[in-house]
Structures are given as structure tokens and as C-alpha cells.
């Protein structure tokens, strides 16, 4: 609530109000550099805002742990990185973090859930396509079955129809609880995505009303 972020006298958050409701879901678009994907990191506290504060459940996140709040709100970066080892290695990883077994055929829904061939579980990461890392790196997040999914430009590297597959996955998951938070560049991708489709100018945030 009430996020600022200030760099070189300049507010890239000025002042920002966001609430995201139990499996809503918002698209986020806006000119490059807008502040968009400083968002995304502040809410998951990978970035310190200058004011304001961040909340989940009324509770103040940095009084949270750090580990249960990253298993809470899960962020996928545009570019993931991938880490050492497997696509199954990558996907168990947060859940390992916590000291729960990820099973093989729970590693083929999650990627199958994603777009993506679950024969591809014993590749390495580190030699996977950008699309398929960007999937990988979604399949990495729901893992840990966190309440808030933070996805930065989820289909950038996809061809069409693995995109609208994503997206259709986003939407039965938050059909069923889970909230997310979108930044999208393709007006499609943000209309079949969003709940509400909100567009950042200055720092703030303005509602976008989107035809059916």
C-alpha cells in the first residue's frame, strides 16, 4: 500500500495502490520502463520500496520469513534463469527447500500443465530453448503452490498457441484460488488473462476497460 520508489529524483512508483483479491487475476500493461516489472519485484520483495509497505493476509510481509513468504508469492522472471541439473531437478527445487518430495508423475503434471512435454524432465536446464525455460521457470513457481503468482511478460517467448495453452492454465488455476498479477505486452494475451486490466502511466496505476 502505498508503494514509492523513487530513482534519480524520479518516482517510478509514486505513491501505488494494489489489491489483489483471492483468485483474481490482473494484467498489467504500459510503456517500457514504466515501472512495471519494479512492481513485480517489490511485491516480492526482491526490491525495497522507498515508502509504503507490502501485505498479504493484513500481515506486514517483512515480518514474515523471507523463504515462506518466496514460497507464498512466487515470481517468473521474463528471461529465468535455469539452475544446475535437470528440468525435474528445477521443478523439485522449491519444494525440496521446504523438505517436500516433488514425485516424478507430479513433475509431468506440473509441466504438462505449463505446454510442455513431460519427456523432457531428465534434459538439462541449462540447454533448454527461452520458451521452454519460460515454462519450466512457470512450473517452477506453481511447485510451491504459493497464493500469489507474479508473472513478468509470461508469454514473450512462446509461438501462439503455446501462449493461449498458458494462459488457459493460468485461468483454471486461479479458478481454483489462485491470485496473479500479469505484466503482458500483447492486448489479446492481457484481455483473456486479466480479471482487470490495469495500465501504468506515471507511477499509478489507471483501470483499462477491456471488450469482450
Known amino acids: 500500500m502505498g508503494l514509492r520508489v523513487t530513482r534519480e529524483e524520479r518516482a517510478v512508483l509514486d505513491g501505488l495502490d494494489l489489491e489483489v ?7 498489467i500493461s504500459g510503456a517500457s520502463g514504466c515501472g512495471k516489472s519494479t512492481l513485480l519485484r517489490v511485491l516480492a520483495l526482491l526490491e525495497p520500496a522507498d515508502a509504503g509497505r507490502v501485505e498479504i493476509d493484513g500481515q506486514d510481509a517483512e515480518s514474515i520469513d523471507y523463504r515462506s513468504y518466496r514460497r507464498r508469492v512466487s515470481l517468473v522472471f521474463q528471461e529465468p ?10 521443478v523439485r527445487y522449491g519444494p525440496s527447500m ?4 516433488v514425485s516424478d508423475s507430479e513433475v509431468s503434471e506440473l ?23 519460460q515454462r ?9 503452490r504459493p497464493q500469489l503468482l507474479l508473472l513478468d511478460e509470461p508469454t514473450s517467448a512462446l509461438d501462439p498457441e503455446s501462449a493461449m495453452e498458458v494462459i488457459a492454465q493460468i485461468r483454471r488455476l486461479s479458478a481454483q484460488g489462485l491470485s496473479v498479477v500479469a505484466v503482458l505486452h500483447v492486448p489479446e494475451h492481457a ?11 506515471d507511477g499509478r496505476l489507471e483501470t483499462v476497460e477491456m471488450s469482450t
Open 21 to 27: 483479491a483471492a483468485g483474481e487475476t490482473l494484467s
Open 81 to 90: 534463469p535455469m539452475f544446475e541439473g535437470t528440468v525435474a531437478d528445477n
Open 98 to 101: 521446504a523438505g517436500r518430495t
Open 111 to 133: 509441466l504438462a500443465q505449463v505446454a510442455i512435454d513431460p519427456a523432457i524432465a531428465s534434459r538439462d536446464a541449462e540447454r533448454l530453448s527461452g520458451g521452454e525455460r
Open 136 to 144: 519450466v521457470a512457470l512450473a517452477r513457481a506453481l511447485a510451491n
Open 191 to 201: 484481455r483473456l488473462l486479466g480479471d482487470r486490466h490495469l495500465h501504468m502511466r
